[in-house]
């Protein structure tokens, strides 16, 4: 890479430390902004900069937003006795994409995985728990994947809900074992929720 100028070298460097992007395919990307679309760079780097000083987590979901509350919690017409538990934002996104769940969302940002050190403390479970703690929520729905750290934390929140008087349910099995949430068809999302089964206490 050292045949580069430096300015792409940095580019480069910056684009590989994306998810998914190696080397190779951040040295086509960066050759083609900087040789090819000069302004698709100058308002690719706009966007980027906007987006990393507007965009927040929601103050009750933890999905993203640019106000305090995300347009899914100010939204009044929702089912207030509905709250699905997912891992990221973009298994919102895909929930959403359906269009059939109206109640509201709560956005772990991790998954209960201590073989990988990441325990309940590295998750937004205290603040489900303290969502709860009111009378209005009548259902948690576990919409975590079909993995082993998936299946390990819906049963390690259900176990918590259950403890405190609140139902629990899980995405009926139409998802694929070892799938992500993000990646599933709207058809087998739509029939997991119309699915799904009370989780044990």
């Not at 960066?30 to 000083?53: Q, T």
């Not at 509350?69 to 017409?77: D, G, K, V, W």
């Not at 975590?144 to 009926?172: N, Q």
């Amino acid at each position: 890479m050292s045949e580069f100028p430096p300015a792409m070298q940095k580019l480069i460097v910056e684009l590989s430390r994306l998810p998914s992007i190696g080397e190779k395919t951040a040295s086509r990307l960066a050759y083609h902004l900087v040789s090819h679309d000069r302004k698709l760079g100058i308002s690719l780097s706009e966007a980027v900069r906007r987006a990393v000083e507007s965009v927040r987590l929601c103050e009750r979901c933890y999905y993203l937003s640019e106000d305090p509350l995300c347009r899914i919690c100010s939204n009044a017409s929702r089912d207030a006795a509905l709250i699905c538990v997912v891992e990221k934002p973009m298994d919102l996104v895909a929930i959403e994409r359906v269009g059939e769940y109206r109640g509201y969302f709560h956005v772990l940002h991790g998954l209960w995985a201590p073989l990988k050190g990441q325990g309940p403390e590295q998750m937004r479970l205290a603040e489900l728990l303290e969502r709860v703690k009111d009378q209005t929520v009548k259902e948690v729905i576990l919409a975590t994947g079909s993995t082993v750290e998936g299946d390990a934390t819906a049963l390690y929140i259900a176990k918590l809900l259950a403890e405190r008087g609140i139902k629990s349910t899980r995405l009926a099995q139409g998802m694929p074992k070892g799938g992500e949430l993000e990646y599933a068809d709207d058809v087998t999302l739509s029939r997991a929720f119309a699915g799904r089964s009370v989780m044990g206490g």
